[in-house]
């Protein structure tokens, strides 16, 4: 047998084989799983009430992955030692991922305070959750600095937590983007132009090529929308780097109180400054860093969250993340904070 | 106060029998004929006396009687069986050959003393390596790891994997040993096949409970294989051709009748089937090779010196190269490789007929490592960035052994050995060459030395001739980090001899583990990373109690029944979400420390002689698990929690020619944890909720295999063409299960597998 039909024919059952392993359906096993009612909420101090509502899907034999969303149900919020009040439900600009509804009151929440918050459902049923709202601290930022950090522009900071030493606290930093649409402009026979249309742009450009000196102004208008910064932390004290990795990049930095130890403790993050990676100058915004105070049980919710990854889905070889929430007789986390935000011009905008 | 008196009722015991009586003391060697290959466990004998002994590890052998006149009958399986007259005083050596038994037809037993019932080991099983090799092969590679899997209380793990799980325990829980060495990590293609060469093996003996002291380090199982010593006689050697690897084996003596070596190699080929299709700018290919070497050297009447080697590794690599107008060249690499090397050197001195004593050195090591490096050639510049991870372990170690038979009612060993282990739990290495930068980084954990001191003493106490006890003490000594951590383990046997066929038999063994296996798979990679207790991470404990009866028929079918009751305290899982790779932070704060425990009973039967023989394994077992911080704290079943496993396997020799085999293996499915609901998330996500933690089934796991050989003797040497089915009728078995949807938009769940049917031909040449 020639030395090339060997190959070939060896080649070809390698490939058969690799090729016929392949994937079988199962049947769901019939999974004891009710539907619950969903909270989904963090109750910052000196904020008003929002609360997410829905309910969730059981992945029971025919099931879809939709979320229908629960109507009639009832929130109330009860401050312990205080009447109770209701939460009242609104009608959303944004239902893009309408998986729950949301309820708000104006009413302040409260530092220090202990709230319960009751959803009431006629025929799912009735979930409660009590949280209590940390008490005030102070943080301050140093040292801001626009580096590059894994091919990407970054925003480097320090930040120092001022932690008291009379009670235990679990500390929280994450940043957010609010993107901002900006309007560009220059000063032409006695008006102001618009230079994002095509036609204007060319008489910017042919002035500019003159050498006139054109007056020009940029308008900036605040998207109602945030977009979660990814954020590094080296800092071998943070739950992330404990249980994960100084290259991931994180949702949130986690920090636990006995690091801290009631003493002014600095930390360093370097935030990604894009949206993502293929949006580098598309899109601009402020950037808001907040440093959070939260109550044990929502830390390790988001302790667990960091580790949750969505996308993945379930595959049995993979260990399994459980994210326990604090709803009983429901699902999902009611947390609390008390925040101290610091918000930054980094992105730099003209024409 | 208890231990003491317990050592102390040892050291009156032992003192006891050294009496000055008038005696005659038997010992010499047991080997076989042709070849001078000596012979473990062979049986010596004397009949009418129930009394008697085996070869130990190198076939030494010594039994003292009252001076007299008697008979000592030489048996081992496989073998004709030898008659010796003995009489006179004092000291005689009578070394054995003994010839291999000939012939297809059944073989009735006249003696049942070298039968399972009479020996005092229980939950042991000796694998012939005749029968490991004439068992139906995955892709005709014959695979000592997949043979034991065949054996009650032992489990594979996943499909495919050749990994095994020993009454409930973990895999880091099988202290493997070739040649008396630790093997770290005994898989080649993420466990598909195993590193042991059939061809390089002589014996294979497993142990899953009521261990000797002599053993100690694991809480599990022992996996105690032997390479061959090669033949002194004449040159001799085999190999086969397969589908995806062949082998050689070599063997002859060095200087005839007195020394010997033995060379064996195996290697795949589907790197070099593949490449010449590879003809683009991307190459790439995977393949692993074993090399097995031993020599032994006989330098006297009362020394023997042997020194032996494995060297293995899997290697897959890619490389892309791309030049642009000649002006950049880009090369990019990367190679993903891990193996293991051991080296032992082992000095025999007989010291007397009754004293025997055995001098091991050895180096043991396991190594993981990627990388992927891009090199650009700019005109008038060059550019380098290099990632790489590595991690391993590495163990010297020296050891002293002896074998005391000071009479014929007792066998006692003793030992001290010391072993300096060095962890590498993991470092990265970035290297950037640039205009711009100049950087070469390497972040990790530092290496991690620890030494152990390992001492044991057991003694084999014939107390009638019906009831006999091993009793023994194995010390360890592990100092890591300035920490000291210490343990000694009791280890009891015992044996009563209902009829000459039939014996009960008991064990209760403390074992102690001073290593943990980080693994966050469940399909044993080669990431996996060994480290040591530390201050966080306690000592892995374990007491097993074992209870069975143990019956040989007349036919040589041999039977056993066992029930057994581990527990496992202080083992280690990684907490949920941590990630293996991770070189900056300590591993001891990504881990829970929780408890095990597992129970059961096991029926095995085995016949090893005859035209037909074959095994035959049912286990009934529970294994659960409780750790404080996973599942809420309540308790949860293994993974590996398999309530039946039963297996068959039969080789029948047709014709002198022709021998055909079969096995059928059935499994409860793995306990899988499976999503029960989603609910909204912090972010407008989808989040799985999860039911009890391994509250569910996989399918369970079935497969049949089959295969025929047709051996041809030629003038100067033996052919054999084999022909084999693996998972005969096709059987889907569960590798992994995922969610996803069905073509309805529906939720579901599907299920990977990864064999299906699998023919394979291998051509076996002998000469």
Redesign the interface.
């Known amino acids: 047998m020639k030395r090339g039909t060997i190959h070939i024919i060896m080649g070809l059952l390698a490939t058969v084989i690799a090729f016929v392993a392949c994937t079988k359906k199962l049947e769901l096993p019939d999974i004891p799983h009710e539907k619950k009612i969903t909270l989904i909420a963090e109750l910052v101090a000196n904020d008003s009430f929002y609360v997410r509502a829905g309910q969730s899907v059981p992945l029971t034999r025919n099931s879809s992955l939709y979320f229908d969303l629960l109507r009639n149900m009832k929130l109330s919020v009860e401050p312990v030692g205080l009447p109770a009040f209701a939460l009242t439900e609104y009608a959303e600009e944004f239902t893009g991922q309408a998986y729950t509804l949301p309820f708000a009151s104006s009413q302040k929440i409260a530092p220090n305070t202990t709230y319960q918050i009751t959803a009431a459902h006629p025929e799912v049923g009735t979930a409660t959750a009590k949280i209590m709202i940390p008490g005030p601290f102070t943080a301050s930022i140093i040292d801001t600095a626009h580096i590059q950090y894994s091919s990407a522009d970054a925003l480097q900071a320090d930040i120092t937590i001022n932690d008291d030493a009379a009670s235990e606290h679990y500390y929280v930093i994450e940043v957010l983007k609010q993107i901002v649409n900006i309007r560009n402009y220059f000063y032409h026979n006695n008006q102001w132009l618009d230079a994002g249309i095509y036609a204007n742009k060319l008489i910017y450009d042919s002035l500019v090529a003159a050498g006139v000196q054109v007056q020009k102004h940029s308008d900036t208008t605040f998207q109602r929308a945030y977009t979660r910064q990814g954020v590094y932390s080296n800092d071998p004290n943070t739950e992330n780097v404990k249980d994960g990795d100084i290259f991931a990049m994180n949702k949130r930095i986690l920090l636990k109180d006995n690091y801290l130890n009631g003493q002014n403790y600095t930390t360093r993050v370097i935030i990604r400054n894009t949206v993502n990676e293929f949006e580098e100058d598309a899109r601009k915004g402020v950037v808001h860093i907040m440093v959070k105070s939260v109550p044990k049980e929502y830390f390790e919710f988001l302790k667990a969250y960091e580790q949750y990854d969505p996308s993945v889905g379930f595959n049995s070889l993979a260990p399994p993340v459980k994210l326990t929430g604090n709803v009983e007789n429901g699902l999902g986390m009611v947390g609390a904070a008390y925040e101290v935000r610091f918000s930054y011009w980094f992105d730099t905008w003209g024409f | 106060m208890t231990k003491i008196k317990f050592i102390l009722f040892l050291v009156a015991t032992v003192s006891c029998f050294v009496t000055g009586a008038q005696n005659i003391t038997v010992s010499g060697y047991i080997s076989e004929a042709g070849s001078g290959e000596r012979l473990i466990g062979a049986t010596v004998f004397v009949p009418g006396r129930n009394i008697g002994t085996t070869t130990n590890a190198y076939g030494f052998y010594s039994i003292t009687l009252p001076a007299d006149t008697f008979t000592l009958r030489y048996s081992y399986i496989g073998y004709q069986s030898q008659v010796k007259q003995i009489s006179g005083k004092g000291s005689q050596q009578v070394n054995i050959e003994m010839k291999q038994e000939k012939g297809l037809e059944e073989v009735v037993i006249t003696s049942q003393k070298d039968a399972i019932q009479s020996r005092t080991q229980m939950s042991s099983i000796d694998l012939p390596i005749q029968t490991i090799k004439s068992l139906p092969a995955f892709l005709g590679e014959v695979d000592v790891m997949r043979a034991i899997q065949l054996l009650p209380g032992i489990q594979a793990g996943n499909e495919g994997s050749t990994g095994i799980y020993v009454r409930g325990g973990g895999p880091d829980q099988n202290l493997i040993l070739l040649d008396g060495v630790p093997v770290y990590n005994a898989s080649h293609l993420f466990g598909f096949f195993s590193v042991f060469n059939a061809d390089a093996i002589r014996s294979v003996e497993v142990i899953k409970g009521g261990f000797p002291a002599r053993y100690g380090g694991r809480l599990s199982s022992v996996v105690d294989i032997n390479m061959k010593e090669g033949n002194k006689e004449k040159l001799h050697g085999e190999g086969g051709i397969g ?1 995806i690897a062949s082998r050689l084996t070599l063997e002859g003596p060095i200087q005839r009748g007195k020394s010997s070596f033995m060379i064996s190699g195996r290697r795949t080929y ?1 790197d070099l ?2 490449k ?2 590879m003809r683009g700018a991307v190459r790439g290919g995977y393949y692993f090779y074993d090399l097995n070497g031993k020599a032994n050297f006989q330098l006297g009447k009362k020394d023997h010196l042997y020194i032996s080697g494995y060297f293995g590794n899997d290697k897959f690599y890619a490389r892309q190269s791309n030049n642009s107008n000649g002006l950049l060249n880009t090369d990019f690499r990367t190679n993903l490789q891990w193996g293991n090397a051991t080296a032992v050197g082992r000095w025999n001195h007989e010291f007397s007929p009754k004293l025997f004593g055995n001098l091991t050195t050895y180096y043991s090591r396991y190594r993981f490592m990627v990388s992927a490096q891009t090199k650009n050639q700019l005109v008038g510049s060059n550019e380098e960035y290099l990632l790489k991870y590595s991690s391993g372990i590495n163990d010297k170690a020296v050891k002293y052994d002896f074998d005391y038979l000071p009479g014929a009612n007792h066998y006692i060993k003793a030992g001290v050995g010391f072993i300096a282990h060095t962890y590498k739990p993991g470092a990265q290495q970035t290297k950037i060459r640039s205009i711009l930068a100049n950087q070469d980084t390497t ?1 990790g954990v530092d290496d991690i030395h620890a030494n152990e001191i390992d001492a044991y003493i057991e003694d084999d106490i014939r107390i009638s001739s019906r009831f006999k006890t091993n009793i023994g003490l194995h010390w360890t000594g592990f100092s890591v980090r300035n920490q000291f951590y210490h343990s000694i383990q009791p280890r009891v046997a015992a044996r009563y001899l209902i009829t000459d066929e039939l014996s009960a038999k008991a064990s209760f063994v403390q074992m102690n583990q001073f290593i943990h296996l980080l693994t ?4 044993g990679l080669p990431t996996d990373l060994w480290v040591p207790v530390t201050d966080k991470v306690p000592v892995q404990k374990s007491y097993q109690y074992a209870a069975g009866m143990a019956y040989t028929h007349r036919t040589g079918i041999e039977v056993s029944v066992e029930g057994y009751y581990k527990t496992m305290d202080n083992i280690i899982e ?6 293996f ?2 070189t ?3 591993w001891e ?2 881990i829970e420390i929780g408890k095990g425990w597992s129970y059961g009973g096991e029926l095995f039967v085995q016949k090893k002689k005859g035209r037909f023989t074959g095994l035959m394994g049912y286990t009934l077992s529970w294994t659960n698990r409780q750790f404080d911080n996973l599942n ?1 704290g309540k308790v949860y079943p293994y993974r590996y929690d398999r309530r039946h496993d039963f297996k068959i396997a039969g080789i029948y020799s047709l014709t002198d020619r022709i021998e055909l085999s079969a096995e059928w293996l059935y499994g409860t499915g793995n306990a ?20 009890e ?1 391994n509250g ?1 089934r ?2 369970s796991y079935h497969r049949g295999d089959v295969s025929i050989k047709f051996s041809k003797q030629k003038k100067n040497w033996e052919r054999a063409w084999v022909v084999g089915v693996y998972n005969v009728y096709n059987r ?1 078995n ?1 590798f ?7 073509s ?13 049917i ?1 023919p394979s031909i291998t051509y076996q040449f002998k000469f």
């Open positions: 589908l589907y089937i593949a010449p299709f972040i966050n798979s469940s399909i990684y907490k949920e979400g941590a990630s790779f991770n900056a932070t300590n704060d990504k809420m899988i944890t499976l999503p029960v609901a989603y609910h909204s998330g912090l972010e407008g996500d989808e989040v799985l909720v999860y039911g933690r569910f996989m399918p889907r569960p992994y299960v995922y969610s996803s949807t069905n309805s938009g529906n939720n579901a769940f599907k299920q990977m597998s990864l064999f299906p699998i």
